[in-house]
Structures are given as structure tokens and as C-alpha cells.
């Protein structure tokens, strides 16, 4: 089984799923000595089978692949309903038709499940909750090490007695989606130093921190405080090798975005991203309807896919550090 005393750098990429995550990305940082991951939320098993035999072509190095933990709560359908009116007239402008009716999906997460103990990848970790004591069980069974996001103590402790063996600690200014367990638990918002200590002291596990690395000085710390390795992603946005759309890259070092937010407006569960015209229009409405929501805004996402204002720009407190540079270099430059 996968162990973080494997890694030449202890640096992990993070999952970033819906795109910007790629298979040479993954095996980009891997190749560089760290842990590269795959972010595999909205894939088919079927495509996840081929990205896993795809990043494999690309490296012979241990990577990990992200699943989120589905969670359905009852269905909120006047707040949907309204929520969907409140769109209507942005999606007119660009042409995008808006779903009726978006029924839950649990993302074929079982099927996923499976294709991860068949592959035998080496770490599978897991967002927005923990899975149970059986599937952690049967990934174990396979040789695969099983880590779990948490953003506070509590969630910790809940994964470390499902029976994982790793924790990814995530900070409240890590981009993109908060690994909260609930939809709608409120976020905790924790600083990623802080949270690291009191998850190693809590649980004994290896422990991951991520959120708000910016610089060496900042895995050192982490380090320091009892990480066995650091997580990056918003670093890793502007990469030739990461998926991120080209409005993605340029607004990173746009000064017209000079802020991040926590915000329902896209998916329904909260994520960090700059402030745009979106997120200021619609945040204040945005109901906690997950996955409906994401899958309501989705057609706008891609009908606006060059328009900074109208996409999800998920990034980290930190992101005026990323530098369009390869994985690898940045991988190196975080080397402690």
C-alpha cells in the first residue's frame, strides 16, 4: 500500500474536478516526486476506467483519484424553482437552455467505487463526507490507501473511526469546493495551520494540509505543524498541463478580481471563487441544492465559457501566487 514517506517532495496536486483536473496534470505532479491526484467527480465509470489507464501511460509514480461522497437531503423545489426564474434571463443573453426539472443523482458513485478497487489505484480520497466502514474496507482490501477530507476536528474524527488512513485537512482558503460533510452545514472556517495541528493531535493519522500555500515558507509551517504532505491546487491553475479555461487563467491575474468568497450561486454547495459579476448578482439567492444546482447552471457555465463573469472561477485565498509555469516547476519551488 501507497505510503507518504514514498514522496521525494511532500507535495500533493489536488483534485479538481469538472475539468481542470487532466491525466498530465496528475502525472505531472507525480513525476515530479509528489502525489498527483485526479479529480473524478462527474465521470462515468466508464471514462474514469480510461482516465485511470490514461494517466498510467503517463507515469509509473503513485496518484490518487477524489470522489465526492454523494448526500441526498430533501429536495428544496420552490427554492430551486425560484431560484431557476432568478437565471432565466442570463441564460436568455447567451443562448443557453435551462433544465425543467433536474432530478438527484448520486454520480455513480458505487460504480466508481468499483472501478477503483479493480484498477487498484493507490489512493483514493474522498469530499463532502466520509464513506462507510465497508466500501473504506474494501478499497483497503485492494491495497488502496483511503484518505478523507475534513474541515474541522469533528469531521476528523468521524473518518478516523470509519477506519481511513489518511486525512486531508482543507483549510477555509482552499479554492474551490469546501469538503464540508453536510450541504448544509455552514463552513467552519478554520486556517489551514491551525486545523492541521488540532486534526494530527485529534486522530494520530497521517494528515494532508491544504489551503492558502502559497510559497516554501508555507509548507514548512504546515511541516512543521505534523503534515506529512501539502496539498496544492489554485498553484497549479495556471499550469499548461491543468484543464483551467482560458477566461480561468487570464482572471487570476486580472486586477479587476481582487477578492475570494465561499458561495452557493453555482453548484448550491459552498465553493471559493473570485467575486464575479455572477457571484455578486445571484450569491445572496442561491439555494443548498446540491448536485440540482450544479446541474441547473451548468448550460450557462459552458454557453458563457469565455466570459470570466459568467463562469465559476474557483480559487484560493492565495491565488495571485499561481504562475504559468509547468507542474513540475512548481512542484520544485515548494520542496522544503
Not at 479529480?39 to 462515468?44: E, I, N
Not at 483519484?65 to 428544496?76: A, G, K, Q, T, Y
Request: one cysteine or more; proline letters at 7%; aromatic letters at 6%.
Amino acid at each position: 500500500m501507497f505510503s507518504f514517506d514514498h514522496l521525494s517532495v511532500p507535495i500533493a496536486g489536488a483534485p479538481m474536478a469538472g475539468g481542470t483536473s487532466t491525466p498530465e496534470l496528475t502525472a505531472a505532479v507525480s513525476n515530479a516526486g509528489g502525489l498527483g491526484f485526479y479529480g473524478a467527480a462527474y465521470l462515468s465509470p466508464d471514462q474514469l476506467r480510461d482516465t485511470i489507464a490514461t494517466i498510467r501511460s503517463l507515469t509509473d509514480r503513485p496518484f490518487g483519484v477524489n470522489l465526492f461522497v454523494p448526500e441526498e437531503i430533501p429536495f428544496d423545489a420552490a427554492a430551486f424553482a425560484a431560484y431557476r426564474a432568478r437565471l432565466e434571463p442570463l441564460a436568455a443573453r447567451l443562448g443557453a437552455d435551462l433544465p425543467d426539472d433536474v432530478p438527484y443523482t448520486d454520480d455513480s458513485f458505487d460504480g466508481k467505487v468499483q472501478v477503483l478497487i479493480e484498477e487498484r489505484v493507490p489512493v483514493a480520497s474522498f469530499t463532502f463526507g466520509c464513506p462507510d466502514r465497508e466500501t473504506i474496507a474494501r478499497l483497503q482490501a485492494a491495497g488502496v490507501l483511503v484518505a478523507g477530507t475534513v474541515t474541522n476536528v469533528a469531521e476528523a474524527v468521524i473518518a478516523r473511526d470509519a477506519g481511513v488512513d489518511a486525512v486531508c485537512a482543507q483549510g477555509v482558503s482552499a479554492g474551490g469546493h469546501r469538503a464540508t460533510y453536510g450541504i448544509l452545514d455552514t463552513d467552519p472556517e478554520i486556517d489551514t495551520l491551525p486545523l492541521t495541528g488540532a486534526v494530527v493531535e485529534a486522530t494520530g493519522l497521517p494528515v494532508v494540509a491544504a489551503g492558502g500555500v502559497t510559497s516554501v515558507a508555507d509548507v514548512r509551517a504546515l511541516i512543521d505543524a505534523g503534515a506529512v504532505a501539502v496539498q496544492v491546487g489554485t498553484l497549479l491553475l495556471r499550469c499548461p498541463e491543468a484543464g483551467t479555461r482560458q477566461a480561468h487563467r487570464d482572471a487570476l491575474v486580472d486586477p479587476r478580481f481582487t477578492e475570494t468568497v465561499t458561495t452557493r450561486a453555482y453548484s448550491g454547495r459552498l465553493a471559493r471563487g473570485l467575486v464575479n459579476d455572477f457571484i455578486a448578482a445571484h450569491d445572496a439567492d442561491a439555494p443548498p441544492v446540491y448536485p440540482q444546482v450544479n446541474t441547473l447552471t451548468g448550460p450557462i457555465r459552458r454557453a458563457g465559457a469565455a466570459d470570466p463573469d459568467v463562469i465559476n472561477l474557483w480559487a484560493g485565498r492565495g491565488f495571485r501566487a499561481a504562475q504559468a509555469i509547468p507542474a513540475a516547476d512548481v512542484v520544485a519551488s515548494l520542496q522544503p
